[in-house]
């Protein structure tokens, strides 16, 4: 009885509705749920979205790049942009401890080393950086640098979603889609929040979800109103002209 009445509070948690996200400080338009339409300044320590970021560099072509919410002038090197994190650091900066593992995740800059990203990421989650949880989840579900292990993966992205996380829900889905039949409940309520907050390859799961059975029609158009509406909350044209640029830039790679 006891366990039970403890997996009840345990997934109340889990499932309760988190709160949005936050404002850009420029614009103060909430901001995007992709991780990749936002960009940290260690300068400020600030996260502005690329719209603000595009905007601003639109106005100012011909003069010396300034970060947008600061002014500060842009880093020029690696070892200006490390200089600048490890001040960010030294005053308790989180985000700039779990951007510095990202670093070394990815080899940016420095010799790339998953032991260290890991380590970076573990205080920064001690320390309050919910997001780190994502990125410590997906190194031990994609085996870089430890062990491959699905249930510390689960235990950290479950973390970041009690935390108020909504991309994570993405990945608690499909883990919870893939464990069983027994677990699309659970895996239709990941992506019905994440759904709800904007996220679109969580959409086209509750789409393929509504056509199964796995939900109700109640639920599937509450889903598709909520995520219209926080689409809305998050489009602006500068956001939809950074988006252009950024594509215009990427090169074309075999899949």
């Given at each position: 009885?006891?366990?039970?009445?403890?997996?009840?509070?345990?997934?109340?948690?889990?499932?309760?509705?988190?709160?949005?996200?936050?404002?850009?400080?420029?614009c103060c338009l909430r901001l995007p749920l992709e991780p990749s339409d936002s960009q940290y300044k260690a300068c400020c320590g600030k996260i502005i979205c690329n719209g603000c970021a595009y905007a601003d560099m639109i106005a100012g072509r011909s003069k010396k790049e300034n970060c947008p919410f600061c002014r500060a002038p842009d880093v020029t090197s690696d070892e200006e942009a490390f200089e600048k994190i490890e001040k960010r650091i030294e005053v308790g900066d989180v985000v700039a401890m779990r951007m510095l593992g990202h670093r070394y995740y990815k080899g940016d800059g420095v010799p790339q080393d998953y032991k260290k990203a890991l380590e970076l990421w573990n205080q920064a989650a001690k320390l309050g950086c919910i997001k780190s949880h994502c990125d410590i989840g997906l190194v031990y579900f994609n085996g870089d640098g430890v062990e491959m292990n699905f249930k510390k993966a689960k235990y950290h992205w479950e973390r970041a979603a009690i935390g108020g996380n909504v991309w994570v829900r993405y990945n608690l889905g499909i883990v919870e889609a893939n464990a069983g039949a027994g677990n699309m409940i659970r895996?239709?309520?990941?992506?019905?929040?994440?759904?709800?907050?904007?996220?679109?390859?969580?959409?086209?799961?509750?789409?393929?979800?509504?056509?199964?059975?796995?939900?109700?029609?109640?639920?599937?158009?509450?889903?598709?109103?909520?995520?219209?509406?926080?689409?809305?909350?998050?489009?602006?044209?500068?956001?939809?002209?950074?988006?252009?640029?950024?594509?215009?830039?990427?090169?074309?790679?075999?899949?």
């Open positions: 009885e006891c366990k039970k009445r403890a997996a009840e509070i345990f997934d109340e948690a889990l499932f309760k509705t988190p709160p949005p996200n936050e404002d850009c400080p420029i895996a239709m309520k990941h992506f019905m929040i994440s759904a709800g907050f904007g996220d679109d390859e969580s959409l086209k799961e509750i789409q393929h979800g509504f056509s199964h059975g796995h939900i109700t029609k109640d639920d599937f158009e509450k889903t598709l109103r909520a995520h219209k509406e926080s689409k809305d909350e998050m489009q602006s044209d500068q956001r939809d002209a950074a988006r252009r640029w950024l594509d215009a830039q990427s090169v074309a790679a075999p899949r």
